[in-house]
């Protein structure tokens, strides 16, 4: 019942309006005042839509990038193979594949890293196989399934929020 009524509220207010953005922020305003949680907090259908287990985790596959054979490219080719680099992980994160990726911020052997949401790391591999660095020998990666909070499932619509630059 607690459903009913907001929803019911939402579509009244669509069937009044003719803007198709506006429609959309209203649905949002009203489902966000939709309280899904039971007594204890938890949010069922929170956790469903994440893949949560009991304990509010899931299996992801980590990959860790390490420096490839080939890093004797000049500057140009250099910054070229990072753009597509970069090009492919904003496609794998699109797709849903890739949760959560970036570099290590020190200039050692391990590079970076990338959480995909794959079941298994032959999935993982093939994704790794696509990116142009791994391709080039640029970097290397080494593939580990992993456990993790289910909640790192909303990374990526949260980062596409609060980004005012995009890659």
């Excluded at 019911?8 to 949002?28: M, P, R, T, Y």
Aim: aromatic letters at 6%; hydrophobic letters at 45%; a negative charge.
């Amino acid at each position: 019942m607690r459903f009913l009524i907001p929803i019911l509220l939402a579509a009244l207010l669509l069937s009044c309006s003719g803007n198709d953005k506006q429609e959309i922020i209203v649905v949002e305003r009203v489902l966000s005042l939709v309280d899904t949680k039971d007594a204890n907090g938890f949010d069922s259908i929170r956790a469903q839509e994440d893949g949560a287990d009991d304990y509010g985790m899931r299996q992801y596959v980590i990959a860790f990038l390490s420096r490839g054979p080939n890093r004797d490219l000049d500057s140009i080719k250099a910054v070229e193979l990072q753009q597509q680099h970069m090009a492919n992980i904003g496609r794998m994160a699109d797709e849903g594949k890739l949760v959560v990726a970036g570099p290590f911020l020190d200039d050692g052997e391990l590079r970076g890293i990338y959480v995909f949401n794959v079941a298994t790391v032959a999935e993982a591999e093939e994704l790794t196989n696509s990116d142009p660095a791994v391709q080039a020998g640029s970097l290397a990666m080494e593939l580990k399934p992993w456990y993790g909070s289910a909640a790192l499932m909303e990374v990526n619509e949260i980062h596409n929020e609060i980004s005012k630059i995009k890659f």
